[in-house]
């Protein structure tokens, strides 16, 4: 069984950024791909970025530019960096783990960027 557990939200002005973090337990973590989704007020959910075993990055137009996935394979840690932060920006973001036709979540935690 895989758990991810987020962490690092919280209120951050415009402009400014936040680190998250997903740490995963199981065997699988290293080798699978990863990613962050987000939930704003309202809104579906909506895809934010990937990284996959190798390292190889996507993200959404919306961010690129902005943040940056990263993960340490040794930790079973992906991190979400994200600067110049925007009120759009607001959500609760999801870690996911993709197992073949199986995705894994984490509880989400809460960004808010306001001033």
């Known amino acids: 069984q895989v758990q991810l557990v987020e962490s690092g939200g919280g209120l951050v002005q415009p402009g400014g950024s936040l680190r998250l973090s997903c740490a995963t337990s199981?065997?699988?973590?290293?080798?699978?791909?990863m990613g962050w989704y987000r939930q704003a007020p309202g809104k579906e959910r909506e895809w934010v970025a990937r990284?996959?075993?190798?390292?190889?990055?996507t993200y959404a137009d919306s961010v690129k530019g902005r943040f940056t996935i990263s993960r340490d394979s040794a930790r079973n840690t992906v991190y979400l960096q994200m600067d110049t932060l925007k009120p759009e920006d607001t959500a609760v973001y999801y870690c996911?783990?993709?197992?073949?036709?199986?995705?894994?979540w984490g509880q989400g935690t809460q960004v808010t960027v306001s001033s």
């Open positions: 996911y783990l993709n197992y073949y036709s199986v995705t894994y």
């Open positions: 199981g065997s699988i973590a290293s080798i699978r791909p």
């Open positions: 990284i996959t075993s190798g390292g190889s990055t």
